[in-house]
């Protein structure tokens, strides 16, 4: 391990709070379909919590949530299909302590998040989960006659509120309000809204410090539209980067076309394969990972988009990003997702295997256990370091035309995302030397670089992507939360003077 890669966060083995450092688990058993049209099944997870706390005047309130989607197969279909869900959180059924709020793509329901309703912290179980699926809309006549399977993955609550993007410090083209001027210390920019937002180098406007071409440029001026996700508005984010086990299941039902064009194994040289960092193989039993909880590397931004699409979500934004990563609070000179400008004891993907970090945000864990843990404000995991983040950039034209639209669960024939407006597929990027400048980009950095490219405001690579494959490259996705997401007795979340 070099002393880069010391630096670098991924999986800290640091127990937090007080706690004992786990396996962060979830799983979902017992799944069935019920009457009424009803698919049933418990669901657990480690390190759940719901909580409120108070911060510069303000009210916060956080949780975390489970993002559960079903697929169904019936006989002779050659791949799953997406079942549509009720949009109607009351023909759900969660269990007493839980709430259900359903997940639109235009005006089909996806899935839901699953939370707490109530305050809470630690393991926490629901027995008999009951979702309403619109079977005959999917022309399933029976719905005991179709196999079935629920996904869920680990998503965090970043309420609606104001945030800044920027941040002093060495950074490779940093956001910046736009009457910054080159060589003076950059000037943090406040975004208030989701409205229709201008960018360029002029005072009470979005800009950046590297001017058009760079690979970190703001290449293009004018105005960034209302229907471009700024972060203001609540959002869940994964908790962690999608993982191995996560990807396999992915893969196993899709088409067999659909799989071979997702399956980065076969393209991985030789010669990178000896870290056995990537444990996803093709086996007679179908696709399998070694190590499931781990981190899933060696994935293109088509691989990423594909998966995205399929369970129902979106990439983030730069915007998005941000505010994932540095909440409410001013921006800290060179500061990590953990809210601070040190650096913290790492472990490295591909050389260990470690427990996932237990992450809490700011009002149960406090500054200190956020750099111990590693995560973000809002209780996010790795997104400093560790596998490289993908962003839509707001420095490139292509990704303007990025809406928050989020995937239908389906993906064309060939095995490519197919939601309008998300930047690519690869091969419609110009080549740029090894790199094309394009609306899709990296943060956050990987596990074995510059120590520069982990801050929360570096955007190194933020303008521009590889089309390839490769072993630091990772992914998760977002959802903008349903209306009614926020507590049945406390205020709505967010700011509350
Ligand atoms: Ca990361
Ligand atoms: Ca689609």
């Not at 949530?65 to 869900?85: E, N, P």
């Not at 950095?445 to 521009?464: A, Q």
Request: glycine fraction near 12%.
């Amino acid at each position: 391990m070099n002393q880069a890669t010391r630096w670098i966060l991924a999986m800290s083995i640091t127990a937090m709070c007080g706690g004992v450092t786990q396996a962060a688990q979830l799983r979902v058993t017992n799944v069935g379909g019920a009457g009424g049209g009803q698919v049933q099944f418990d669901i657990t997870w480690t390190d759940s919590w719901r909580t409120s706390w108070k911060e510069s005047d303000a009210h916060w309130t956080n949780w975390d949530a489970a993002w559960i989607f079903v697929k169904y197969r019936k006989t002779g279909d050659a791949g799953w299909s997406h079942a549509t869900l009720s949009d109607k959180d009351a023909d759900h059924s969660p269990p007493k302590g839980a709430r259900i709020d359903v997940g639109l793509t235009e005006k089909r329901g996806m899935g839901v998040f699953l939370y707490r309703s109530a305050e809470g912290k630690g393991a926490w179980t629901n027995k008999g989960v009951k979702l309403k699926w619109l079977h005959e809309d999917d022309k399933v006549a029976d719905i005991t006659k179709v196999e079935l399977s629920v996904h869920a993955l680990e998503m965090v609550y970043v309420p609606q509120g104001g945030f800044y993007v920027g941040s002093a410090g060495k950074l490779a083209g940093s956001f910046t309000e736009g009457s910054w001027k080159k060589g003076n210390e950059v000037i943090p920019f406040k975004v208030t809204s989701e409205a229709e937002l201008e960018v360029a180098p002029k005072p009470g406007c979005l800009y950046g410090t590297a001017g058009p071409g760079a690979a970190h440029q703001m290449g293009h001026i004018g105005k960034l539209p209302a229907e471009f996700p700024k972060g203001y508005g609540a959002f869940y984010c994964m908790k962690y980067e999608t993982n191995q086990g996560e990807y396999a299941a992915f893969l196993n039902q899709l088409t067999a076309a659909q799989a071979k064009a997702r399956y980065p194994f076969p393209t991985i040289p030789p010669h990178r394969t000896k870290d056995g960092s990537h444990t996803v193989r093709k086996t007679s039993a179908g696709f399998t990972a070694t190590r499931p909880q781990r981190a899933c590397n060696w994935v293109s931004w088509d691989d990423a988009a594909a998966y995205l699409d399929w369970a129902g979500l979106r990439p983030m934004t730069e915007l998005e990003f941000e505010k994932a990563c540095r909440g409410p609070l001013k921006p800290v000179k060179d500061e990590y997702a953990w809210g601070s400008g040190e650096l913290i004891e790492a472990q490295w993907i591909t050389k260990v295997d470690v427990a996932l970090p237990v992450p809490y945000p700011r009002g149960i864990c406090g500054a200190g256990g956020r750099v111990k843990a590693g995560c973000t404000y809002w209780g996010i995991a790795a997104m400093s370091g560790h596998l490289r983040e993908r962003t839509v950039a707001v420095g490139h034209k292509e990704g303007w035309a990025f809406t928050r639209l989020c995937g239908d669960g389906a993906i064309a024939a060939g095995g490519l995302s197919n939601v309008a407006g998300w930047p690519g597929p690869g091969e419609t990027w110009p080549a740029r030397g090894s790199y094309a400048t394009c609306g899709g980009g990296f943060r956050g950095g990987p596990w074995y670089t510059d120590k520069v490219r982990l801050r929360v405001s570096d955007r190194f690579l933020s303008s521009c992507m590889r089309k390839t494959r490769d072993s630091s490259y990772g992914f998760r996705g977002v959802r903008q939360a349903p209306g009614k997401a926020r507590s049945k007795t406390a205020a709505p979340s967010g700011p509350k003077k």
